[in-house]
């Protein structure tokens, strides 16, 4: 049993767990009737619902929500840890974390004392909105950020500077970024994906009340829409550019792809094996300015149909992208600078990344544009290979009508055991 | 037929209708099931997801979006009309977006010519990122603010000062106010609810672009769970206290309730008949300290129980609210200062609203602390029924706990003809 199974288990609702029992037929058939069949997710994707009673394991030899198909909402948090916290407390922490995690991923309370409380007299250790809910396929992935090792003074506050990994570290500077701080960096993170947002919230907020005093949030985003699949059996969402994104993702089922790109291997730090590299970009999308192209320019920018998502090179989503195809007069039905183009794995020496993004709106800015974007996470098994893409895309058409607002990367250590926490290989 | 008919009919596919079939055979079952039952919304409910293909038809007696089933999902936008714009103008932007909502809340894509565009080298007119995604049970609801009647230089723009409701104003200001100016007020308004949130996103983008030189975005809110029901057929969900929220809502099977509370009659102007008023109140929640408090405490503030919702005179979450009822020591078992009381209509002389809020999270403040809260809106025949109410909670034991940060109320004219578009009777 691996954390990244595509099998969701049997579903457990919180109100069962309580026994409370009037609040309704419905609820309670729902948490009854169990994560039947695949986890396609719901809302955004069309696809039905057997998602909502989805449950993802989570200890397992990687860590879930990575190559679990990926869930239509998302709730992404960076922490800072205290300057107070020492080694022991920080695999407190983590110890803390994955036994809540262990529990909110099965659709229970994050502790035994739950919502209601082990007493009238102490708050409850849950804060109930997700009381009626079930596991909604939530997973929570936790990752470790480069200041983790070595803060910015270059004191190693926990003792595992010499263990960090080779290639952990800040991105270089990319054409077109325009990173703001406060969304940026961090010394941990928490990605919590469900079905239903309410759950993902409530797991980031239930988190974060257990790190208090010792970790508190930096920055959080929240992703209204997965812009990424990550197996066959799903369609391919759309983006805010109107266009489907990630229609050549790795997915779960190529598992030699996934072996080859995702997870860390005999070539990292040991600890790190089983592991993976998370890097998250908050890409700002200037959407008016895009939607005032004519669908050609679109197309062009792309290198994709909008309707269908075929490359302009022909055939139908997935036909695979002819790069050398020429139209009439000899120019190139995919153009030179199209994002599908310079993306592409042929055209960066089959450097591939498992792409999680969201897409986010923000509300809007002072101008009344909305200020919405691409929530981009993407997984690999070095950050060099998404230092790759991203120097590729220098000259890219997209370059346009994106910025990059937000940068992270985190080392995700292996699937915790469950009698362990996870990155217990980092202090073993 | 009426806007806000509980029974959605027939689903429709974009893709569908634009004939992609090469996307995937799920989302085509999706868009071929049909919204068969009840729109009972999806997600945080844990109801199931018939709501996935429900459609509400826009035109009718009534808008839709007041006593429809609340939908999980909710893009609210307050726009502000352009210093050019003219009488002719507002009407041209109230036919627009009429015929665009019409399309939009059957699932179709803005105009006929779509996210394809009716020509390569035009714009398309639809932003796309709803292609592939069912009605999801939207609705669009229209509003029109005070200064839509006359702006803040005494200025009547549009010849209609004298037909302003004599009950539209800003509210008083309240115990507890924080009013903060981005947050607040707005020439129009429009509510898009759905079961996806990218559907919600999808049409306040698109009706947001119609209006593009005539108004724009003054301030605009997400919200990612509703928290209240407004049919018997759903069950009561939680807000982000993690209490159950809107027991004693008004539902729309109670007919004369609805009748006597929300639509406008004979008492106010002609052309608000059928129409009803909004009120918006974007309310922090200082969720860290609540979560704090021992549940008893909690409890005592809400007048109900945590896990089941019943009042804390006793029985289930349904049986009524005893307020008379007392301990043995004689003390009240619903505190004078509780929630429920102050805010029943027993204690109101008959006061009742239609609520319609949601949570909300908009990612954190610089301390570290969710940034989160409920958005709530409630519908009534006149805005001093909320005014009642709001000052009635003057001494509510939650207000330690809240902060209102933003305010805003509407008039919400009655449903469009067929003929028609929304508000026409305002300028007849």
């Avoid at 679109?298 to 790069?323: C, H, M, N, W, Y």
Wanted: contains cysteine; hydrophobic residues 40%; glycine residues 14%.
């Amino acid at each position: 049993m691996t954390g990244d199974d595509a099998t969701p288990g049997r579903g457990v609702s919180r109100r069962g767990l309580l026994g409370l029992v009037s609040a309704g037929a419905a609820g309670l058939a729902a948490g009854a009737a169990g994560g039947v069949g695949f986890a396609t997710g719901m809302g955004s994707t069309g696809e039905g619902t057997a998602g909502s009673t989805a449950t993802y394991p989570f200890y397992g030899d990687h860590q879930a929500g990575i190559t679990t198909p990926a869930q239509d909402r998302l709730h992404f948090a960076a922490f800072t840890v205290s300057s107070t916290l020492d080694r022991e407390g920080l695999i407190g922490l983590l110890s803390d974390w994955s036994a809540a995690a262990a529990r909110l991923t099965q659709g229970l309370d994050v502790s035994e004392t739950g919502a209601l409380g082990g007493s009238d007299v102490a708050p409850p250790d849950d804060t109930g909105e997700a009381i009626d809910l079930p596991a909604s396929g939530l997973t929570i992935t936790f990752g470790f950020g480069p200041t983790l090792f070595e803060d910015a003074d270059g004191v190693d506050r926990f003792g595992i500077a010499a263990r960090r990994p080779p290639g952990l570290a800040r991105l270089p500077r990319f054409a077109g970024d325009a990173l703001r701080p406060e969304w940026s960096d961090g010394d941990l993170c928490i990605q919590a994906c469900s079905d239903d947002p309410q759950v993902a919230v409530h797991a980031i907020r239930n988190l974060s009340r257990i790190a208090f005093g010792r970790a508190s949030i930096a920055w959080s985003q929240l992703g209204f829409g997965r812009t990424s699949s990550t197996s066959t059996a799903q369609t391919t969402p759309r983006n805010l550019f109107g266009f489907k994104d990630g229609t050549a993702n790795l997915k779960l089922e190529d598992r030699s792809g996934v072996d080859d790109h995702v997870w860390a291997g005999a070539d990292d730090i040991a600890w790190m094996r089983g592991g993976t590299y998370l890097v998250a970009r908050k890409i700002r999308m200037v959407i008016e300015v895009w939607d005032r192209q004519q669908r050609q320019e679109q197309e062009r920018v792309i290198g994709r149909s909008k309707g269908e998502g075929a490359p302009l090179s022909g055939g139908t989503e997935f036909t695979e992208p002819d790069f050398a195809a020429t139209g009439a007069a000899g120019e190139p039905l995919i153009d030179t600078a199209a994002h599908v183009r310079l993306a592409h794995p042929e055209n960066l020496g089959g450097v591939r990344l498992l792409r999680r993004g969201y897409n986010y709106v923000d509300g809007n800015d002072a101008l009344g544009s909305l200020d919405a974007g691409l929530f981009f996470i993407s997984f690999q098994r070095s950050i060099d290979q998404f230092t790759a893409v991203q120097t590729a895309l220098a000259g890219d058409a997209m370059a346009e009508y994106v910025k990059h607002v937000g940068s992270a990367v985190f080392a995700v250590p292996p699937g915790a055991r469950d009698d362990g926490y996870v990155g217990a290989s980092l202090f073993a």
